[in-house]
């Protein structure tokens, strides 16, 4: 009977630990680089995501190669010369809410996060603090964030011939609508 007690115990305490986890396999990530000569533009639609709302901790991934370009020369010039995609296949964030007491996921609204962790990118990790904006309608989470990155911050070397058309910075979008984890 003890041992019984204790097993439904760990199930009830590790389905409040799934149910305070929410994630995606489809959030959109995307980045824009604006200078005189030109404006490029892609969009990411298979980031991953998880985020832990009880301890606001978060992390994303995305894979470099699933960036798509207007025109398929920027996406192959993209990987092949700047990202070397082959190489490092994947960016990542790890970091936490700063602020989460302030936001009720419990409540519908717009909650704006303070969020700070480790970006990195071409293989190379830079700390980055940020804000974000976490809305809560009927039960369903989203999140948004925008924030710059300075393309040498990460080793990203743009060939000198096209030096003009690349900007030294870069923003980034990122969009996500997360799911409810289930165990």
């Known amino acids: 009977m003890k041992q019984s007690l204790v097993f439904m115990l760990a199930l009830l305490s590790v389905s409040a630990i799934h149910a305070q986890k929410y994630f995606t396999k489809a959030g959109?990530?995307?980045f824009f680089s604006d200078t005189a000569l030109e404006k490029i533009e892609a969009h990411n639609y298979k980031a991953t995501s998880v985020i832990d709302l009880t301890s606001g901790q978060?992390?994303?991934a995305v894979l470099i190669k699933a960036f798509q370009f207007e025109k398929a020369l920027m996406q192959e010039h993209f990987n092949e010369n700047y990202m070397e995609s082959d190489k490092f296949p994947k960016a990542t964030f790890k970091g936490e809410i700063q602020?989460?007491?302030?936001i009720n996921f419990k409540k519908d609204g717009d909650y704006t996060a303070k969020i700070k962790g480790k970006l990195?990118?071409?293989?190379v990790t830079k700390?980055?603090?940020t804000t974000g904006t976490f809305?809560?309608?009927?039960?369903?989470?989203?999140?948004?964030?925008?924030?710059?990155?300075?393309?040498a911050d990460y080793g990203i070397k743009i060939p000198t011939v096209v030096k003009d058309n690349v900007a030294k910075e870069v923003k980034i979008e990122v969009n996500i609508?997360?799911?409810e984890l289930k165990g």
Do not use: C, P, R, W
């Not at 602020?99 to 302030?102: R, Y």
């Not at 990195?120 to 293989?123: C, D, V």
């Open 177 to 179: 609508d997360y799911e």
């Open 28 to 30: 959109n990530i995307a």
């Open 58 to 60: 978060m992390e994303f």
């Open 99 to 102: 602020n989460l007491s302030d």
């Open 127 to 129: 700390d980055i603090e």
């Open 120 to 123: 990195t990118i071409h293989g």
């Open 135 to 151: 809305n809560v309608k009927s039960g369903k989470i989203s999140a948004s964030s925008v924030f710059n990155v300075l393309v």
